[in-house]
């Protein structure tokens, strides 16, 4: 499942690349790193949060 999720967030990264996906804050070519970025903080958060609740 995460190769899928890692598969799928390189694949809107090219998109972005190629066509702005026109988002709020995505709507330049060189906004592509935000996508890389706001997936690296929900992976820390869904890390933490399995650290804490499932002991």
């Known amino acids: 499942m995460t ?28 906004d592509f790193w935000k996508i890389a970025l706001i997936a690296f903080a929900i992976w820390a958060v869904a890390l933490l949060a399995r650290d804490f609740l499932v002991q």
């Open 3 to 30: 190769k899928l999720i890692a598969l799928l967030l390189i694949l809107a990264m090219a998109i972005q690349i190629i066509k702005p996906l026109g988002y709020p804050g995505l709507r330049r070519r060189m």
